[in-house]
């Protein structure tokens, strides 16, 4: 079920939000049970046969932490056991479902051969669920998890806000929630959630879902092998970076305002990543919930082993300004690299998705790099600071449209072809009927080498509309956390102490303005909601 | 700072009221003429957001018009026949235009002409044919294409069992979508703008698409896209064409056309539409023109089978090879084609009062095994004349798409020969 869809909105969303108040009233623990039963419904209303993949997962994974929360303290070498047994089972469950056919076609290509597999049907929210589940073992290892039953950790797993698409989330951050949370009408929070709920629906429905149908065609193009010119190339490079923007922010919105109808914070998971000035600022950013997963459960261990080693062995280490090479490639560019190999072969089983990763990954290394040599080059961090940040905003603005294509593209080669297309490889053009309104003008630009074709003007300049309304919202207007931050809406979020005017302008508050509002906001979400779509988050 | 109920509660009202508000901006507008609401001036008269919901509006039209004649083809038709004027003879009204444009095929004719004669009344239904149908085989789908799912039978003559749930969808989507609302919005501010589309009750279209474009960038610019466009039509069509034995694809579904108009009483009149001599050079070079020989002798076999006339226009008359104003110029117009495909709504007039009016044939003719050789021997003549001996030199195909066939066609245009 969508969550942008009449049967979610009208239909699920306010049966379980009733009967949540309502059994609320009697009992917390039928409440809670309740919402669990209702995420499975949830989840098992896109396709019932995903509940009988995923359940075994979960009381396996339940037994296995029992074992662990048994042993982690009276039999380290034991609980250390089933720690990687637990992992090693999640990896080949998320391997089996959703990287077996990646790895046929790999083999196939690599050695020319002609195996074929079983088409496999990917359980939905997989990655998320998996990620989040081994998360929880690793907690339980550390004993980090506190106490917990098969109830508290059925609907840590299971509630159906955050259970397709993230944010993900640890159970020590959400299990405390829901043992205090009111389980009943608290309008703050209601309203609260209406705001983001709304937010996200406009977000995704009027402002990433047009971009999508803008850019497909090109994308099409692209991957039948058609060149697309620097003006098509563009429109394809940025309408898709702020369709997934908008998407993704639209879907985070949305999981935090249906969170809170419950009573419940999540995370913070998208936080105006284009405005980044550094692709490490953006990554800290974009994702915030994966980002935290990666590091936390990847990167910072790698890094660590890898520094032991290195002492071990009386090798320099890290050392700001003074590292040397060796120490940077190693305990730096290394772990970087294989967690964002990890991050993209996450994003999907395919050569596009394994190459965005290590681009990332490449980038964040020259960034990191940048960082300590520009210590020796330019100490005066404030005067850096001032001078620098457009044009580090402008690098990584660049860097991650070009990333997206990546993202997007069905192979590498429609990749490298629209790549080829943004530098201008393919000339630039312009439809014939704009050419042909531009009077003396058009001379001009013939002798620039723009050529006029017979694509549709209109397409051009609803695209160019909506790109620029898309990207000033993204890079000028605060974000819905800031806007709300004096409700809390995400996890830790609290007022900046100091506030633009823009954004002392537009904070919410529970007034009768921001009602007839986000009204207006809601009511155009709401008759938008005729053609269905998905998240695109959702097939990850 | 307000309560957070009083927050609710005016959120509450203020979506209410503003649901209310669009869906009856969107009843009284009708901006797809779904409802029927009653046309009104300066708000409602003129339809222009209907031009990308054709279909939708055409299928609520046509049950209320209750028309006796119904028009079955193509954008060609739905831009280039006027189902209310003066050339109509009295016991044809009312004639409802039931042309597509988009995605028309063969079996999209003979599914209109169903849906046209279930809504009854229908006594008489003309089909104009495209013949770069005929070149390529349909590939048929087990469920109708969205658009068709609102027709009362399924392709097979059976009940539609989507309809009911396809109207309910129509009724909800015209009337509570940011989608209508916005095509209400627009259709108020198009009324008192200077050539506003306009998609009538009677399913014929005004030619403002056409109009604006030739106002921007010149009748030659339209006809030079359009011919680009035919001529990779044609190279696709040559390349089924060259395998293709036997009857030609599409035919049976014109055969079930014409069982289909006799089982249930209705005049059955087939017309192979005009094209530009542009067109027709662009098929002939692609070596496709044994295929339109074939296929009208074979029309002209399955008609004289049954009481069904077959007119065919696709011939080089002073209609056919008007020409086309120079590049740049956009002031001077064109009398009979839009580009080499549709023609204007002055050459549709022509062509029914000569069908139906009674009137001396200008061009084309009524088709019949017995005269169907001599007439393609005559159109092979005209071309040669037109195209080979140089009295048609304002052919833009030559300079488009220039190709050596044993005649050397001479290309000019108006600007440098003047007007025929």
């Given at each position: 079920m969508l969550f942008n869809s009449y049967p979610f909105i009208f239909g699920f969303l306010p049966i379980v939000l009733a009967g949540f108040y309502v059994i609320g009233a009697y009992k917390r623990d039928w409440a809670m049970l309740w919402l669990t039963v209702a995420s499975l419904l949830f989840y098992a209303w896109w396709r019932p046969v995903n509940v009988l993949l995923i359940a075994p997962s979960i009381l396996i994974n339940y037994g296995l932490s029992r074992l662990l929360e048994r042993n982690h303290q009276t039999r380290p070498t034991r609980a250390k056991a089933i720690l990687i047994a637990g992992i090693i089972f999640n990896v080949c469950f998320l391997g089996y479902f959703k990287y077996l056919n990646f790895a046929e076609t790999a083999l196939n290509d690599a050695f020319g051969i002609g195996f074929i597999l079983t088409q496999l049907i990917l359980p939905l929210g997989i990655s998320f669920i998996t990620f989040q589940k081994i998360a929880f073992l690793v907690d339980v290892h550390a004993g980090r998890a506190g106490r917990f039953s098969l109830a508290d950790y059925g609907l840590f797993v299971l509630f159906f806000p955050q259970l397709i698409a993230g944010p993900i989330v640890h159970y020590r951050e959400m299990m405390p929630q829901f043992h205090a949370a009111p389980c009943r009408f608290d309008p703050e929070n209601v309203a609260v959630g209406l705001s983001l709920f709304f937010f996200g629906l406009a977000k995704k429905l009027i402002l990433a879902d047009p971009l999508s149908r803008l850019v497909a065609p090109l994308y099409a193009q692209a991957a039948a092998g058609v060149p697309q010119s620097a003006t098509e190339a563009w429109i394809a490079a940025l309408g898709f970076?702020?369709?997934?923007y908008f998407d993704f922010s639209g879907y985070s919105d949305m999981a935090l305002g249906l969170a809170r109808f419950f009573g419940i914070k999540l995370p913070v998971n998208f936080n105006s990543p284009l405005q980044a000035t550094s692709i490490i600022d953006f990554w800290s950013r974009w994702h915030v919930s994966l980002t935290r997963f990666l590091s936390a459960y990847?990167?910072?261990?790698?890094?660590?082993?890898?520094?032991?080693?290195?002492?071990?062995?009386?090798?320099?280490?890290?050392?700001g300004g003074g590292t040397s090479m060796a120490a940077f490639l190693n305990l730096l560019a290394m772990p970087t690299m294989l967690t964002m190999l990890v991050s993209g072969i996450w994003h999907g089983a395919g050569y596009t998705f394994v190459l965005w990763g290590l681009l990332h990954g490449l980038l964040l290394c020259i960034n990191h790099f940048w960082r300590l040599i520009r210590m020796r080059i330019w100490s005066d961090t404030k005067t850096y600071k001032r001078r620098m940040a457009p044009v580090g905003f402008l690098l990584t603005f660049l860097s991650v449209v070009a990333a997206m294509v990546l993202f997007r593209a069905a192979s590498v080669s429609a990749a490298v072809l629209l790549w080829k297309g943004l530098i201008g490889l393919y000339g630039v053009t312009l439809p014939q009927t704009i050419f042909s309104r531009l009077g003396a003008a058009a001379g001009w630009l013939a002798t620039l080498g723009v050529q006029p074709v017979w694509t549709s003007g209109a397409v051009l300049l609803e695209a160019i509309a909506r790109i620029g309304i898309a990207l000033l919202i993204a890079l000028l207007l605060p974000n819905t956390l800031q806007m709300l931050a004096a409700f809390e809406p995400a996890i830790g979020v609290k007022p900046a102490k100091t506030q633009p005017r823009l954004l002392r302008a537009l904070a919410w508050t529970p007034s009768n303005t921001w009602a007839i509002g986000l009204a207006c906001i809601a009511i155009a979400?709401?008759?938008?909601?005729?053609?269905?779509?998905?998240?695109?988050?959702?097939?990850? | 700072m307000v309560n957070p109920i009083a927050f609710l509660r005016t959120w509450l009202v203020s979506v209410a009221a503003l649901a209310i508000l669009v869906a009856a901006v969107n009843l009284l507008v009708d901006p797809y003429d779904v409802f029927g609401t009653p046309r009104l001036a300066g708000i409602s008269l003129l339809k222009p957001a209907?031009?990308?919901h054709t279909m939708l509006a055409k299928t609520y039209q046509e049950a209320r018009a209750h028309p006796v004649t119904v028009l079955i083809g193509s954008s060609t038709t739905h831009i280039g026949i006027d189902a209310f004027g003066?050339?109509?003879?009295?016991?044809?009204?009312?004639?409802?235009?039931?042309?597509?444009?988009?995605?028309?095929?063969t079996s999209t004719s003979l599914h209109t002409v169903q849906e046209a004669v279930t809504a009854g009344g229908i006594k008489n239904a003309i089909v104009f044919l495209d013949f770069q149908n005929f070149f390529v085989p349909e590939v048929p789908g087990e469920i109708p294409p969205e658009d068709e799912r609102r027709f009362r039978v399924m392709a097979d003559g059976t009940p539609n069992p989507h309809r009911q749930t396809q109207i309910a969808n129509d009724m909800f989507l015209s009337l509570a979508t940011a989608g209508a609302f916005v095509d209400s919005v627009t259709t108020i501010l198009g009324q008192g703008k200077r050539n506003t589309l306009n998609l009538a009750p009677d399913g014929s279209s005004t030619e403002a698409d056409f109009i604006d474009a030739a106002q921007a960038d010149g009748m030659h610019d339209i006809f030079v896209h359009k011919n680009d466009y035919e001529v990779e039509r044609a190279t696709r069509l040559k390349r089924v064409m060259t395998a293709w034995t036997g009857r030609l694809p599409d035919l049976d579904i014109i055969a079930a056309l014409i069982a289909y108009a006799g089982a249930h009483d209705v005049k059955l009149t087939l017309v192979l539409a005009p094209h530009h001599a542009d067109a027709l050079e662009i098929y002939w070079r692609a070596g496709l023109w044994p295929r339109?020989?074939?296929?009208?002798?074979?029309?002209?076999?399955?008609?004289?089978?049954?009481?069904?006339?077959?007119?065919?226009?696709?011939?080089?008359?002073?209609?056919?090879t008007e020409g086309v104003p120079a590049a740049g110029d956009r002031r001077r117009p064109t009398s009979w084609f839009w580009e080499s495909t549709h023609y204007k709504k002055q050459l549709g007039e022509f062509m029914i009062e000569q069908m139906f009016g009674g009137k001396p044939p200008l061009f084309g003719t009524i088709l019949t095994p017995d005269n169907v050789a001599a007439r393609n021997a005559e159109v092979r003549a005209q071309r040669q004349s037109v195209v080979c001996d140089g009295t048609g030199e304002r052919l833009l195909t030559a300079i488009t798409h220039p190709i050596a066939d044993g005649c050397t066609p001479i290309a000019r245009t108006l600007a440098e020969h003047g007007p025929t």
């Open positions: 970076t702020l369709q997934i990847l990167y910072n261990p790698l890094t660590l082993t890898l520094t032991r080693r290195r002492m071990a062995k009386g090798k320099p280490i890290f050392g979400g709401l008759l938008s909601l005729g053609e269905l779509s998905e998240f695109l988050y959702w097939q990850f | 209907a031009k990308n003066p050339q109509w003879p009295e016991p044809m009204l009312p004639v409802y235009n039931y042309g597509i444009p988009g995605a028309y095929t339109v020989e074939q296929l009208k002798t074979e029309l002209a076999t399955m008609a004289a089978a049954s009481d069904v006339t077959l007119w065919d226009f696709m011939d080089y008359s002073s209609f056919t």
